[in-house]
């Protein structure tokens, strides 16, 4: 079973950039469908950014305008999420997911692995 770990989140001014790191422990990670996703209390969680297992698609949730990007590195077995011009309405836990059937997409259920979430927080 992949494991995921994320990293990179924190404390940011509105306007600001963070870049947010998913590290998997499995080398299969690079056949695997990634996706980020984030969720703020009381609410559910949403879809933000996918990627395909070789990088050639990427899609993201229509509101990010722009902001966020995503990309992998498979010889690092690494995906990341580069936001930028940050907003507080973006201040979230963010999770990397893993999707070993190379589905992806913007639906949970795709996705059979998880990470433990990073802390974003935007300050106005």
């Known amino acids: 079973q992949v494991q995921l770990v994320e990293s990179g989140g924190g404390l940011v001014q509105a306007g600001g950039s963070l870049r947010l790191s998913c590290a998997a422990s499995?080398?299969?990670?690079?056949?695997?469908?990634m996706g980020w996703f984030r969720q703020t209390p009381g609410k559910e969680r949403e879809f933000v950014a996918g990627?395909?297992?070789?990088?050639?698609?990427?899609y993201y949730v229509d509101s990010m305008n722009g902001r966020f990007t995503i990309s992998r590195d498979n010889a690092k077995s690494t995906v990341y999420l580069q936001m930028d011009s940050l907003k507080p309405e973006d201040t979230a836990v963010y999770f990397c997911?893993?999707?070993?059937?190379?589905?992806?997409?913007?639906?949970?259920?795709?996705?059979?692995?998880w990470g433990q979430g990073t802390q974003v927080t935007v300050s106005s």
């Open positions: 997911a893993a999707d070993p059937q190379r589905i992806g997409g913007t639906t949970i259920r795709n996705y059979a692995y």
């Open positions: 990627i395909s297992w070789n990088g050639d698609t990427r």
């Open positions: 499995e080398r299969t990670f690079s056949t695997y469908a």
